[in-house]
């Protein structure tokens, strides 16, 4: 297994393995860090379900580094009369006492056997002379790393990915729209993701998702600039009298507008195949090839007052004038014309 995947950040000095949150294994000391909860969760999860499959017996005990006292690790460590498996999980060693941060580094040097200890650290400089004597242990223990993913072609990546380990099938279609909708947040990503993986249905089509998240305001944003993109002027300000009308709010639209027309002006004078240009710009294949699909036509002067007018309107929609409704017509009306070309 390699020492790192895509989505960590390796330290060249770390002598332990780093792995990303679903290849947790047991290891007498496993480090979980970065600021991403929803992974650390999934990876201390994992590794609870793991050991306890291995031997339901497990003992499991919970310590927050911040309210350490002095000597509790040692005796949660220590061996019990029936000699169970041990898994000893510490919160927040980012707010760790001296005391937890002496003990532990210490019993680096000799971990109980029969026991796991994780180390959960969200970041920041606290514990850091911790994390590199955990980082030195060679053979005692690995890293789990826990990034935020913020790169659309990472989100739709997990997103995939959610489908694939569920063995269940969804549409492109389908799954670029759940991104969409939820690309702000990536816990609520997950939960939309587990969301369709429970459904019933073969395989999650366009329909299944509209029919869970067919309100979300991101989708039905999007939707409308698609329509706009395409140069239905008419229908696109229907699309956004419907929207508006169930509750969506000028500015996220605004929002959808400016990825899409961003998008566009990456692909506009770039040269290569869609997986050539995916990773320079930091897109998704099919988001490239989407974004030239709807910069087919567009002149670069027809971009360049596109991207004013995005200004603008972001500027109308968060107080700069007093009809933010008028303001994203406005604005659908340069998109449908090419920039008014």
Same mark, same amino acid.
């Given at each position: 297994?390699?020492?790192?995947?895509?989505?960590?950040?390796?330290?060249?000095?770390?002598?332990?393995? @780093?792995?990303?949150?679903?290849?947790?294994? /047991?290891?007498?000391?496993?480090?979980?860090?970065? /600021?991403?909860?929803?992974?650390?969760?999934?990876?201390? !999860?994992?590794?609870?379900?793991?050991?306890?499959? +291995?031997?339901?017996?497990?003992?499991?005990?919970?310590?927050?580094?911040?309210?350490?006292?002095?000597?509790?690790?040692?005796?949660?460590?220590?061996?019990?009369?029936?000699?169970?498996?041990?898994?000893?999980?510490?919160?927040?060693?980012?707010?760790?006492?001296?005391?937890?941060?002496?003990?532990?580094?210490?019993?680096?040097?000799? /971990?109980? +056997?029969?026991?796991?200890?994780?180390?959960?650290?969200?970041?920041?400089?606290?514990?850091?002379?911790?994390?590199?004597? *955990?980082?030195?242990?060679?053979?005692?223990?690995?890293?789990? *790393?826990?990034?935020?993913?913020?790169?659309?072609?990472? !989100?739709?990546?997990?997103?995939?990915?959610?489908?694939?380990?569920?063995?269940?099938?969804?549409?492109?279609?389908?799954?670029?729209?759940?991104?969409?909708?939820?690309?702000?947040?990536?816990?609520?990503?997950?939960?939309?993701?587990? @969301?369709?993986?429970?459904?019933?249905?073969? @395989?999650?089509?366009?329909?299944?998702?509209?029919?869970?998240?067919?309100?979300?305001? +991101?989708?039905?944003?999007?939707?409308?600039?698609?329509?706009?993109?395409?140069?239905?002027?008419?229908?696109?300000?229907?699309?956004?009298?419907?929207?508006?009308?169930?509750?969506?709010?000028?500015?996220?639209?605004?929002?959808?507008?400016?990825?899409?027309?961003?998008?566009?002006?990456?692909?506009?004078?770039?040269?290569?195949?869609?997986?050539?240009?995916?990773?320079?710009?930091?897109?998704? /294949?099919?988001?490239?090839?989407?974004?030239?699909?709807?910069?087919?036509?567009?002149?670069?002067?027809?971009?360049?007052?596109?991207?004013?007018?995005?200004?603008?309107?972001?500027?109308?929609?968060?107080?700069?004038?007093?009809?933010? *409704?008028?303001?994203?017509?406005?604005?659908?009306? *340069?998109?449908?014309?090419?920039?008014?070309?």
């Amino acid at each position: 297994m390699a020492a790192t995947r895509r989505g960590t950040t390796a330290k060249s000095s770390a002598k332990i393995p @780093q792995l990303p949150w679903h290849d947790v294994r /047991p290891a007498p000391v496993v480090l979980v860090s970065g /600021p991403q909860d929803l992974f650390a969760d999934r990876a201390i !999860k994992g590794l609870r379900d793991f050991l306890r499959a +291995e031997d339901p017996s497990l003992e499991i005990n919970d310590i927050e580094a911040a309210a350490y006292q002095p000597g509790e690790l040692m005796t949660l460590a220590s061996p019990s009369l029936f000699a169970e498996p041990r898994l000893i999980r510490v919160s927040g060693v980012e707010k760790c006492t001296d005391a937890f941060l002496s003990e532990a580094i210490e019993y680096l040097a000799a /971990p109980a +056997e029969s026991a796991y200890l994780v180390l959960r650290h969200a970041g920041g400089m606290r514990g850091k002379k911790l994390l590199d004597a *955990v980082r030195a242990a060679s053979g005692a223990a690995i890293e789990i *790393v826990c990034n935020d993913i913020k790169k659309d072609a990472e !989100k739709f990546d997990f997103a995939k990915a959610e489908f694939a380990r569920a063995n269940k099938r969804i549409t492109p279609g389908a799954l670029r729209q759940v991104v969409s909708a939820f690309s702000d947040d990536v816990a609520e990503l997950a939960a939309a993701c587990q @969301q369709l993986i429970a459904d019933s249905a073969d @395989q999650i089509t366009e329909g299944v998702v509209d029919r869970y998240y067919g309100g979300r305001v +991101e989708t039905t944003a999007f939707a409308v600039a698609d329509i706009a993109l395409a140069g239905r002027t008419a229908e696109a300000l229907v699309g956004l009298r419907h929207a508006l009308d169930s509750g969506a709010d000028p500015v996220p639209v605004v929002a959808a507008f400016a990825m899409k027309v961003r998008a566009m002006a990456k692909v506009a004078n770039a040269h290569g195949s869609s997986a050539q240009l995916a990773s320079s710009l930091g897109m998704a /294949p099919w988001q490239v090839d989407r974004a030239r699909r709807d910069a087919r036509g567009w002149t670069d002067e027809g971009l360049g007052r596109a991207i004013l007018a995005l200004a603008e309107a972001d500027a109308a929609v968060k107080g700069a004038e007093r009809d933010p *409704v008028f303001a994203v017509e406005r604005l659908i009306g *340069v998109i449908a014309s090419r920039g008014g070309v």
